[in-house]
């Protein structure tokens, strides 16, 4: 019900766009979170954003670099990265939250409860 594309191969400094594609009108009246898993550790909140878009949240190691966004017309979420770092090579996920509209903190991996299988992104130096 969530599928994740847009991951790949980039330089360092380099850009990527993060596209999540709903099925099913229930994922616009709710949050949407990106998280990452890098190889040998735990995934790991990136971003999230509010039901309609007016609240965005970011770890402090993308703010300033990745940008969060939804088209609630369309069901989808993006995650536009840029300035990417060797450190951000991940697999990246998204998810769905059906309880909340908002967080008042940043969120963390039990709030959501629909994800989507993931996409790779490389980020060689």
């Known amino acids: 019900q969530l599928q994740a594309s847009g991951g790949g191969l980039v330089q360092a400094g380099g850009s990527l766009r993060l596209s999540c594609a709903a099925s099913g009108r229930t994922f616009s009246r709710n949050g949407m979170g990106w998280f990452r898993q890098a190889p040998g550790k735990e995934r790991e909140f990136v971003a999230a954003?509010?039901?309609?878009?007016?609240?965005?949240y970011y770890t402090d190691s993308v703010k300033g670099r990745f940008s969060i966004s939804r088209d609630n017309a369309k069901y989808t979420v993006y995650l536009e990265m840029n300035s990417l770092k060797p450190e951000d090579t991940a697999v990246y996920y998204c998810a769905a939250d059906m309880v909340r509209k908002e967080y008042e903190a940043e969120p963390t991996i039990y709030e959501f409860d629909y994800w989507g299988k993931g996409t790779l992104v490389t980020v060689s130096s």
């Open positions: 954003i509010s039901w309609n878009g007016g609240l965005t």
